[in-house]
């Protein structure tokens, strides 16, 4: 298969955009490090939004 007609069948049945694809790319080459340090990020964050308390007015 040509890379025009491969490109297109990838990006026609693709579920995910450019954006997406790029972020992936971008994380996937990301040290364990890094990894480990947004994870744990994100972990905390996670425990701080579970204690908030939304107050309607």
Do not use: C
């Amino acid at each position: 298969m040509s890379e025009k007609k491969k490109e297109s069948v990838e990006n026609s049945t693709s579920p995910i955009d450019d954006a997406e694809r790029q972020r992936i790319m971008r994380d996937m080459h990301r040290s364990d490090m890094e990894k480990l340090k947004l994870f744990t990020r994100m972990l905390r964050q996670n425990a701080l939004f579970k204690k908030a308390k939304v107050i309607h007015k």
